[in-house]
């Protein structure tokens, strides 16, 4: 069956790759190629044009908000909720709200306790509202939302301007969820979702896991005052948000710190090497290239290059790298210690009693 040059281009990177794989035809090859780049690039134009825009409009300070929302806004198209559109649309804003008022709620909150609370009952919320099908990857995507907006709260003025630039994120997000998504899972209540809410669901144990994970590290390390533990909880999330976490998280881990120290390691050596005039250029470059990336350890590679742009004004070149590295470490150290830990702990003791419970019926 033939595909358009305009479908090809909304096709995932690796279904595209293998495409190619499955064709000897040279000239398709060459046009699946075309399509592959022109796609990142797209995305990268779209990603400047839009994130520009939105902090001109309400401030550098929540650029975070704004690549957030963008995150969101491409995964809207492809990626539904789950269940009816209208309990859907009330759940994105429901997530919204918390996405804006959590962070700043749990910097605000002294105390180790309740930061541990405010966090957990926010990302249980968004996990569960959006996570009824957790192979599509919501799961990584608003916990990564979530921790971006955490490690850059905002108080006052910019707190306004982050609210107003929520608003209109939800209501862009929302038409492109409603326009893609109106039409399925008509008959399914969100309500109906809750009444079969069980923890002997290994869904439900996947969204407990990456829950109390993620809030976790965020609540120790942002109460110790680590400096950009963010990226410990991009690197927890990641592996935690894995749907099949139980087979892959060693591989994953490894493919991790592979990626940061290189990503991290390439860095250094072409910012040292470039002329300062190109210096900006990193960001968008790297960006274009994880476009084409399928591997997990070379997308990981080239995020170091946007987080490694903004990082080097604040700590240096050379203290940005080494942050990314050790912070990158303590993350999926911990989500390794976490997991081992919520395996014989807790999924152990909730096996056993669903055991029991079936010897006694």
């Given at each position: 069956m033939f595909i358009s040059f305009y479908q090809l281009?909304?096709?995932?990177?690796?279904?595209?790759?293998?495409?190619?794989?499955q064709t000897k035809d040279r000239e398709e090859r060459r046009r699946l190629r075309?399509?592959?780049?022109?796609?990142?690039?797209?995305?990268?134009?779209?990603?400047?044009?839009f994130i520009g825009l939105m902090t001109s409009l309400f401030g550098a300070e929540n650029s975070s908000m704004a690549v957030s929302i963008f995150c969101i806004l491409l995964a809207s198209r492809f990626v539904g909720f789950g269940y009816r559109i209208s309990d859907s649309l009330f759940s994105m804003a429901l997530c919204f709200l918390v996405l804006l008022a959590g962070p700043v709620l749990a910097v605000m909150i002294p105390g180790f306790f309740w930061t541990l609370l405010v966090?957990?009952?926010?990302?249980?919320?968004?996990?569960?509202?959006?996570?009824?099908?957790?192979?599509?990857?919501?799961?990584?995507?608003?916990?990564?939302?979530?921790?971006?907006?955490?490690?850059?709260?905002?108080?006052?003025?910019?707190?306004l301007n982050r609210f107003y630039m929520t608003l209109l994120g939800f209501a862009l997000c929302g038409l492109v969820?409603?326009?893609?998504?109106?039409?399925?899972?008509?008959?399914?209540?969100?309500?109906?979702?809750?009444?079969?809410?069980?923890?002997?669901?290994?869904?439900?144990?996947?969204?407990?896991?990456?829950?109390?994970?993620?809030?976790?590290?965020?609540?120790?390390?942002?109460?110790?005052g680590l400096t950009r533990y963010m990226w410990a909880g991009f690197a927890c999330g990641s592996l935690l948000s894995d749907v099949e976490v139980e087979n892959r998280i060693h591989e994953k881990l490894r493919d991790r710190v592979i990626g940061a120290a290189a990503g991290s390691a390439l860095f250094y050596v072409i910012w040292s090497l470039l002329p300062a005039s190109f210096i900006p250029l990193l960001g968008p470059v790297g960006g274009l290239c994880l476009g084409l990336c399928t591997e997990y350890r070379h997308k990981t590679m080239l995020n170091c290059f946007g987080a490694l742009s903004l990082a080097a004004g604040m700590y240096g070149l050379k203290g940005a790298v080494w942050l990314r590295i050790v912070m990158t470490l303590l993350g999926v150290l911990f989500a390794l210690v976490f997991f081992w830990l919520f395996d014989h702990f807790i999924l152990s003791k909730l096996e056993e009693k669903a055991r029991d419970e079936n010897r006694t019926a």
């Open positions: 281009i909304q096709l995932d990177p690796s279904m595209i790759r293998r495409m190619m794989g075309i399509a592959m780049i022109t796609r990142s690039a797209l995305i990268v134009v779209f990603a400047i044009l966090n957990f009952g926010c990302l249980f919320l968004i996990v569960l509202m959006t996570c009824e099908n957790p192979e599509m990857g919501n799961g990584g995507l608003y916990t990564f939302a979530y921790i971006f907006l955490s490690g850059n709260p905002v108080q006052g003025e910019a707190f969820l409603w326009r893609n998504h109106a039409g399925q899972n008509r008959e399914r209540t969100f309500v109906s979702i809750l009444k079969g809410y069980s923890l002997r669901n290994p869904k439900y144990q996947w969204q407990l896991r990456l829950t109390l994970g993620v809030t976790l590290l965020l609540s120790l390390f942002s109460t110790l």
